[in-house]
C-alpha cells in the first residue's frame, strides 16, 4: 500500500445518479469501493440509529448465508458476504471513525481513491461535514443536482414501489408525491433541499474540496473528466447509455408538475444564480414556473 488514499464522499442527491457513479468508479482501475454503495455511518452517528442500520445488516448476512447456502457460489455473493461481515463488526462497536477509514481501505492495494457513496450525508449538520472533511489527510465532497421536478418524482416513484396499501402503483406515487409536496409548503425541507445542502456543504468544507455538479453534466465525456480530475485519477470512459435503478416508468400528471414547479421554484433560481447556463432538462421546468 502506498500512502493513504483520498476519501470521496458523494453526499447526493437521492436519485441525481448517484447509484451510475458507484458502477462506474467502482470499475475505475484507480478506485476501492467495497461492495455496500451507502454506509450511512455518518448519518447514524448523527441520528443515534445504529441499532436499525445493525438489524439490516443482520438480515443482509442472514441472506447471502442462505444463497450460498443453496449452491450460490459466485464470487459476487461470496465478497458480498465478506464485506457484509466486515461492516457489521464496524457499526456494532462505539463510534469510531479510524475503523470506517480502515474498512474503505481495506484491500485497495495502491488504489489511490477510496469512496463512500451515501446521498443522506446531505442532510447531515455543517458540523458533522466538517468532522468528515477532517476524518482522512484527502477528503473530496461530490453533490450531484437533478432537474428538481425530475428527481422529486423519481423519488416519490421509488418510494411508492415500496409501499403496499392497496391502491394501485399509479395511485400510490400521487399519494407519495402530494405527501412531499405538503412537506415542503409546510416549510419541512428534505432530499430536494439544495439550497439547505449546498449551503451547508460550503460553510463546512474546503472549497478546493467540494464539487457541485449537474447529473446532465456528469453523464458527458467533458464532464466526467472534470470528476475525474477533481478526484485525481486517470480520465476513463463513462457508459452513459446504461441507467441504474432507473424505477418503474410513470409520466407525472399535469396538475402534480405545475404544483411541484412552484414548490421548487426557489430551489431552480437558487441553482440558477449557481451554474448560469442550465440543460434543457432543467429550463423547461424553469420556463413554466415563470412563465
Not at 124 to 140: H, K, N, S, Y
Not at 225 to 234: M, N
Request: hydrophobic share 40%.
Amino acid at each position: 500500500m502506498s500512502g493513504e488514499p483520498t476519501v470521496l464522499y458523494c453526499v447526493g442527491a437521492t436519485k441525481a445518479g448517484t447509484s451510475w457513479l458507484y458502477r462506474h468508479l467502482a470499475q475505475h482501475p484507480d478506485c476501492h469501493l467495497r461492495s455496500i454503495k451507502e454506509l450511512h455511518y455518518f448519518d447514524m452517528i448523527e441520528t443515534g440509529s445504529q441499532k436499525r442500520f445493525l438489524r439490516r445488516i443482520r438480515e443482509r448476512i442472514a441472506a447471502l448465508k442462505a444463497a450460498l447456502a443453496e449452491g450460490d457460489t459466485r464470487p459476487t455473493v461470496q465478497r458480498q458476504l465478506r464485506d457484509a461481515l466486515a461492516w457489521k463488526d464496524v457499526i456494532a462497536a462505539p463510534e469510531d471513525v479510524p475503523a470506517y477509514m480502515a474498512y474503505l481501505a481495506e484491500g485497495r492495494g495502491a488504489k489511490p481513491v477510496v469512496a463512500d457513496i451515501t446521498p443522506a450525508y446531505a442532510l447531515l449538520p455543517e458540523a458533522r461535514l466538517a468532522r468528515m472533511q477532517d476524518a482522512a489527510a484527502e477528503t473530496r465532497f461530490l453533490y450531484l443536482l437533478r432537474d428538481p421536478v425530475s428527481r422529486l418524482w423519481s423519488q416519490a416513484r421509488m418510494l411508492a414501489t415500496r409501499r403496499e396499501d392497496g391502491q394501485d402503483f399509479a395511485a400510490r406515487a400521487r399519494t407519495v408525491l402530494e405527501r412531499m409536496l405538503e412537506a415542503i409548503g409546510n416549510g419541512l425541507p428534505d432530499r430536494e433541499d439544495y439550497i439547505g445542502a449546498i449551503t451547508r456543504l460550503r460553510a463546512a468544507v474546503r472549497p478546493e474540496r467540494l464539487m457541485i455538479l449537474l447529473q446532465d453534466h456528469m453523464m458527458t465525456a467533458p464532464g466526467l473528466s472534470r470528476l475525474h480530475a477533481f478526484l485525481g485519477i486517470a480520465d476513463k470512459a463513462g457508459d452513459f447509455d446504461r441507467r441504474v435503478h432507473e424505477g418503474t416508468p410513470l409520466a407525472l400528471p399535469d396538475d402534480l408538475r405545475s404544483r411541484a414547479q412552484v414548490a421548487l421554484r426557489p430551489q431552480y433560481d437558487f441553482v440558477a444564480r449557481l451554474f448560469g447556463d442550465l440543460p434543457d432538462s432543467w429550463r423547461r421546468n424553469m420556463t413554466e414556473v415563470h412563465g
